[in-house]
Nanobody
Framework: VQLQASGGGLGQAGGSLRLFCAAS????????MGWFRQAPGKEREFVAT???????YYADSVKGRFTISRDNAKNMVYLQLDSLKPEDTGVYYC?????????????????WGQGTLVTVSS
């Protein structure tokens, strides 16, 4: 599978951005998909995940502000970022997991996109 993330850019605090992740392959609907982010000088951290049943789970830091969704017909997963904060700045990665579970660890994912940069100004 190949994952292509896009939609990053410059946002203002309190504003919104929408990230896109396009996946190749015919079995997209059977996978759990996730978003992670990595700020400069920090480790990659979990942001959100959606399993094949479209059950979602979020990191506490983004709960209520970010929304993950998927469109299996288009092989797409989305991350809506609202009420942006400067600490949301980082490179955002989409990833695929074969586990149908609450996958919050990078080790639970076996395919990664190239990342898209989100910069939030105060």
């Amino acid at each position: 599978v190949q994952l292509q993330a896009s939609g990053g850019g410059l946002g203002q605090a309190g504003g919104s951005l929408r990230l896109f992740c396009a996946a190749s392959g015919r079995t997209f609907s059977s996978y759990t998909m996730g978003w992670f982010r990595q700020a400069p000088g920090k480790e990659r951290e979990f942001v959100a995940t959606i399993n094949r049943g479209s059950t979602t789970y979020y990191a506490d830091s983004v709960k209520g502000r970010f929304t993950i969704s998927r469109d299996n017909a288009k092989n797409m997963v989305y991350l809506q970022l609202d009420s942006l904060k400067p600490e949301d700045t980082g490179v955002y990665y989409c990833a695929r997991s074969r586990l149908n579970t609450r996958a919050v660890m990078p080790q639970q994912y076996d395919a990664w996109g190239q990342g898209t940069l989100v910069t939030v100004s105060s």
